[in-house]
């Protein structure tokens, strides 16, 4: 049984381009989550998206950043015309149900805007 | 909101015990979590809390107290491969999302 998978693992984008960060949830889990963590920062909790929905996104930037997780295929965290302030690692987190007492974590997306 | 605090670093001994504190002041609580983050990979499950009280897990356990937003990650038998950042987080009362605290870097020595 797989874990959560990320891809890519690294991502270099320059300013102004856009980033697609890629999430496969475990096998059985519907719930993903996306967490963002800075150098010297806690995770910080940016959306929870069930399939076809977005459960919760009061974490996410107003601008720029949008997230989906369609009915087919994988969670897609989708960050236009990147900035310096958006490199970071990004987490994707998935769980069989809301509530579950273990949410397993991807291995993550490192983002550098260079 | 949430607030969440924990110690930036610890260090101990090979074989010791040591004791992580984490202290929270949240507006909804819906269960405490431990999680271990080795350098430049995924956290790590290592634990849940919803009621006071100790939960063991072989080296690893973790107390809660509700009324005094407490809780602690006890490591026994520590090991080098030990040494990792271990993050304390709060679920909301909406059973979704967690709250993270920056983590705190344990470095175990010889």
């Known amino acids: 049984n797989a874990g959560v998978m990320q891809n890519p693992r690294h991502l270099v984008r320059r300013r102004g381009q856009e980033a697609r960060l890629r999430c496969s949830p475990m096998?059985?889990?519907?719930?993903v989550y996306w967490y963002r963590q800075l150098p010297e920062e806690g995770l910080k909790f940016m959306v929870y998206l069930q399939k076809e929905n977005i459960i919760d996104e009061s974490g996410m930037p107003k601008e720029r950043f949008s997230a989906e997780f369609p009915k087919e295929g994988p969670s897609i965290l989708r960050i236009q015309q990147v900035v310096r302030g958006d490199s970071a690692a990004y987490f994707c987190a998935s769980s069989p149900e809301r509530g579950a007492t273990e949410a397993f974590f991807g291995q993550g997306t490192r983002l550098t805007v260079v | 909101g949430q607030n969440i605090d924990q110690p930036t670093e610890m260090t101990a001994t090979e074989g010791a015990i040591v004791q992580i504190n984490c202290t929270y002041q949240t507006s909804g609580f819906n269960g405490l979590f431990w999680y271990q983050q080795h350098a430049g990979e995924a956290p790590t499950f290592l634990s849940y809390n919803v009621l006071d009280g100790l939960e063991e897990k072989g080296r690893f356990s973790s107390f809660l107290s509700r009324s005094k937003g407490y809780s602690y990650l006890l490591l026994k038998e520590l090991q080098m491969k030990d040494s990792a950042s271990y993050l304390c987080?709060?679920?909301?009362?909406?059973?979704?999302?967690?709250?993270f605290g920056k983590g705190t870097m344990l470095l175990v020595s010889p």
């Open positions: 987080a709060v679920r909301d009362r909406g059973y979704s999302t967690l709250t």
């Open positions: 096998k059985g889990h519907s719930h």
